[in-house]
DNA sequence: CTTTCGACATGAACCGTTTCACATCTTCGA
DNA sequence: TCGAAGATGTGAAACGGTTCATGTCGAAAG
């Protein structure tokens, strides 16, 4: 050292206590001398946080977690707090061992995306005790804080706009079953066949797993039936999977969108590129991932309880209408 | 406590020193009664390891960083290490500011890929202290770790094969002058020139930001001579501005690839599904990103030096052609 | 009956900070 | 001349673990 003590050090480092000028600048060359960096470990110790808040999601290569993630890095960027990216291939597996680490470590908060749509033992003790912020994702009885788009309302919208060009044979592609979107996006459907006076328990529906071969393999489903019998219109539970029933439609030679209607769901960056454009809904990510970075570091910063602050937040979402879907031809 | 010294509770969480079966039962028992977890932070300060890597890179939207982020993570995972994510939209600040934070958390690696091409100070220190592994990005003189494609082979091979279709007149949009990568890839491209006796000197060659907005802007630039000193192909130094560019052909009426042909680099999962498929090269991000990962955690285990494990390593690339490229109409 | 040894358990030091409470030294007003 | 009040600096106790060096005890060995 430079003829102080530790405590002086640590003082002139937080400018907190009273200090000399003389001292001051004496500590600081030594710092610079030395080359010294306080140790973030230590200092969070004795701090009791983390300075660092978890992401589980299922996988990257998904464009839509992608962008939810480049939102949540931005805020977190922006408050000098780190992001621990940890990515679950949706497997319960995975999410059980990460919300038992990212505990463990003692993470400041959790922003938590389902793959898998239940929640794991080790999530549900981080439920009550820590920051735990669920993204497009909300459990029925629970009382979680969350962040979702209204996936309902867009689903709603993008199959009224399908059936008003007048598809009456519909086939759709939904989501995993247990996840709460892929919910939400059925009803949303159900509503809108509803209100087109079709039977919605009539429509064949396939699941998949929001994965583009779901896609594809779902599509080969629906699509097996005689010609005539053919739904002229998918309505699928997100892009992926729609690009992946794209690509079957073109393999079995059906062109799209003129013998056969497509749309999808999450608006990724694809869906904008693909030939014709697919009509999606736009539920933007990044916006979805900034909006529940910012309210979990609310939820750290004021320890829960009495803030009055809305616990749960919608998003709107909003249709973009491309190519992909057009009037039927043998309407 | 349970009536047992902390110590003795410390080796029977870590399973080391020798306690009587009796003991551990009852320490085990308490632990769970009290559901009691050990605070890795104070482990890890005591063992002066962090238990995470850092990666840094410039943009998780870009879906080949996607792909590396998703191969360094898969090696992560199973070797019990935290990925801490920071996004640096290739300003020479964020990477300065990260490689400076991460260094003062005591991360127990760093992971990085330029966006700028430049070492900022911080990093610079980083080199010779720490363990860092760059990832397709080798600086001049300095004897750094780290994990390349081969881009100049991927780029020679792309440019053979839109010389062999017959094309005369090409444009080039190259990657930021700067950027290794950008360097290599357009080395390439001048040896396929050469080789085609084409003067690479007079090829116009327009840079862009690997962005997509920027290979639209550079495709306006080379076609807006005379349709007929106008290149009948264009290749660009990645997918991304090869899909702008694209994007601004169909625009002024051009179709691709009848009136132009396009080719582009890394292989991105967009680049089989736009219309038509992109011929590209495969550097397999997610194989570059376990590879970068593996080196990064030997690094980490055995501390440099003594180790004749090499400590540059090229990844094979692969041309994948799809229907972007054809001979010239006008041949 | 003493010594020796191994099996268990423990106290205490340490990791690198922060921070409280106190010690020291001026300086100033009464 | 003395005491009080600032202004500065410091020692030591945390934070929550790990681990070395001991200590204690019973049993086997001499």
Avoid at 95 to 103: D, G, I, K, M, T
Avoid at 181 to 189: K, S
Avoid at 204 to 225: C, F, M, N
């Amino acid at each position: 050292m430079a003829g102080v003590a530790v405590s002086t050090v640590s003082y002139v480092i937080n400018r907190s206590g009273q200090v000399s000028e003389e001292t001051r600048l004496r500590v600081n060359s030594a710092i610079n001398a030395l080359r010294y960096e306080p140790n973030l470990l230590a200092r969070n110790l004795k701090a009791g946080r983390a300075g660092s808040i978890g992401l589980i999601a299922p996988d990257l290569r998904n464009p839509y977690f992608a962008a939810v993630a480049s939102g949540v890095q931005d805020i977190a960027q922006s408050r000098d707090m780190l992001l621990v990216l940890c990515t679950t291939q949706s497997a319960q597996h995975w999410e059980n061992y990460y919300s038992q680490v990212l505990r463990a470590r003692r993470l400041d908060g959790l922003l938590f995306l389902s793959g898998s749509g239940m929640l794991t033992p080790s999530l549900m003790e981080l439920v009550q005790s820590d920051s735990l912020v669920l993204v497009d994702e909300r459990l029925p009885g629970l009382d979680v804080p969350s962040v979702v788009s209204t996936n309902r309302r867009g689903a709603r919208a993008v199959a009224d706009h399908v059936l008003s060009q007048g598809h009456q044979r519909v086939g759709i592609i939904s989501g995993p079953p247990n996840l709460w979107t892929a919910g939400q996006r059925m009803a949303g459907y159900r509503e809108a066949l509803a209100a087109a006076r079709i039977d919605p328990d009539a429509v064949p529906v396939v699941a998949g797993d929001y994965q583009q071969e779901s896609g594809y393999a779902a599509a080969r489903i629906l699509l097996s039936g005689a010609p005539a019998a053919r739904p002229t219109a998918l309505i699928c539970a997100n892009d992926l999977m729609a690009i992946g029933a794209m690509v079957y439609c073109r393999e079995i030679g059906l062109d799209v969108p003129r013998d056969i209607s497509l749309c999808g769901f999450d608006d990724i960056p694809l869906a904008s590129l693909v030939q014709p454009g697919l009509t999606s809904v736009d539920q933007c990510g990044e916006t979805l991932g900034r909006s529940a970075c910012r309210l979990l570091l609310r939820l750290i910063a004021q320890p829960s309880a009495e803030d009055q602050d809305p616990i749960e937040t919608d998003h709107p979402t909003k249709l973009v209408i491309r190519g992909s879907v057009v009037p039927p031809v043998a309407a």
